[in-house]
């Protein structure tokens, strides 16, 4: 029997496809969306041979094609028999320092990250009105409490917005809806990978993944993942003098 059902963007690797496999083993069916559909497809075969009786729906998405993002959504929630969670996790990490010629690269990386994910939190809180209950999840970053410096600053705007959408869906009190924000720190993935092996505190996919899921599953307000040293790195980051966090970023 399953658990509930879970809406899952960015799946094709890292993040959205791990939280896929650890969702599954949980005994959740699932619609996975990316723009790759190959990598998906091998991820589907994986989590049925290791749990046969989960349900893997699989939808190519761009999350920048608004009327596409609202289309699927629609599309597995009808084939699922409805949404429990949608996780809000396609993400770009594009970017440049303002002013150096690279426009094109951060106006990319604000379109996937923000107005992509302004779309899915649109077309997830339609089911969920509906519904008249969900549980929405935005995957912000560490990089959201502040704003960085250089190649960073549009990334981390973006998240800072991403977890704004969340609060203010909070702050609205919809019948039964819980929105949760989940800030990573560094963990392992595609994305980050020409930078991992110089990087302090970065944990593999797979454990910095199991404290996120912890963190949904709890339905928690907010979440600094894993807890250890990005809790109290995130207190201290909100609080410290911007010269500071210059130098620790």
């Not at 009786?53 to 409805?82: C, K, P, Q, S, Y």
């Not at 010629?101 to 379109?111: C, F, L, S």
């Amino acid at each position: 029997m399953s658990k509930g059902t879970i809406i899952i963007t960015g799946a094709s690797a890292g993040l959205g496809a791990e939280m896929a496999r650890q969702f599954a083993a949980l005994g959740y069916d699932l619609g996975l969306c990316a723009r790759r559909t190959e990598p998906m497809a091998v991820l589907r075969d994986g989590i049925a041979a290791a749990h046969p009786d989960r349900r893997v729906v699989l939808r190519a998405l761009d999350v920048t094609d608004d009327e596409a993002v609202h289309r699927v959504f629609g599309e597995i929630a009808a084939e699922l028999g409805g949404v429990d969670r949608v996780i809000v996790n396609a993400g770009l990490g594009k970017g440049a320092a303002l002013g150096t010629g690279r426009h094109d690269a951060n106006r990319q990386t604000a379109m996937t990250n923000f107005v992509g994910a302004l779309a899915q939190a649109d077309a997830a809180m339609e089911i969920f009105r509906e519904q008249e209950r969900g549980h929405l999840v935005m995957v912000s970053s560490m990089s959201a409490l502040r704003g960085m410096r250089r190649a960073m600053t549009v990334y981390s705007a973006t998240k800072a917005g991403v977890a704004a959408v969340a609060e203010g869906l909070r702050s609205e009190g919809v019948p039964g809806l819980d929105v949760s924000v989940v800030y990573p720190g560094y963990i392992r993935t595609e994305m980050n990978e020409h930078v991992a092996q110089r990087t302090r505190f970065m944990v593999d996919t797979e454990v910095g993944v199991r404290a996120m899921v912890a963190a949904i599953e709890r339905r928690r307000v907010r979440a600094y993942v894993p807890a250890w040293p990005w809790a109290p790195i995130g207190f201290l980051l909100k609080r410290l003098p911007l010269s500071v966090v210059r130098r620790l970023t």
